[in-house]
């Protein structure tokens, strides 16, 4: 099984600071990496594919890089909406899949 | 505009089975592109894939749950859903049924459901 960690597991940043967030598999997965993004009481929002392709319609401040077992989604400057909860996915395994643990972002 | 909908009882008694609908709108099930899956969050917790289906009924499900789970689809009603056998309180989730799409990734999900396993 293919398992994947984020670091942080919670970070606390301003409005209008750059965000990393690092997921790490645990073998080799080429590029097949997904970051979602999560607000309180909704469904994920897929932000990025492909490791660093953005989904129609998500802001250009959102970015995502990587290949093999490390990965960065980076937020260039955050905005108060950006507040949530940010999930990897790994689809090397297809069709299984598996999600990373989370990074929340919070406001400092 | 593609839209899914769970639907199913809020409340499940442990040992029993557990069992959702997700209806699909706005597109066809049957489309040759897609997959459609269910996918759960405990309270405070991360995500957890459960399974998927194709409209041809080929399913691939979560080797964790595998014994328990059984996920069917309906595509004269434009629906797909779960079975979750033997429930304890571990499985009390929100439930979320989501559309796999062509990149592999999940680009529509429904509003998810909360389940509470309880007597």
Known sequence: DIQLTQSPSFLSASVGDRVT?????????????????????????LLIYAASTLQSGVPSRFSGSGSGTEFTLTISSLQPEDFATYYCQ???????????PGTKVDIK | QLQLQESGPGLVKPSET????????????SSS???????R????????????IYYSGSTYYNPSLKSRVTISVDTSK???SLKLSSVTAADTAVYYCARRGITGTLDY?????LVTVSS
């Open chain 2, 33 to 39: 592109s897609y997959y459609w899956g269910w996918i």
């Open chain 1, 21 to 45: 967030i690092t997921c790490r598999a645990s073998q080799g997965i080429s590029s097949y990496l997904a970051w979602y993004q999560q607000k309180p009481g909704k469904a994920p929002k």
């Open chain 2, 18 to 29: 557990l069992s959702l609908t997700c209806t699909v709108s706005g597109g066809s099930i």
């Open chain 2, 109 to 113: 999900w429904g509003q998810g459901t």
């Open chain 2, 41 to 52: 969050q405990p309270p405070g917790k991360g995500l957890e894939w459960i399974g998927s």
């Open chain 1, 90 to 100: 790994q689809l090397n395994s297809y069709p299984l899949f598996t999600f990373g």
């Open chain 2, 78 to 80: 434009n629906q797909f």
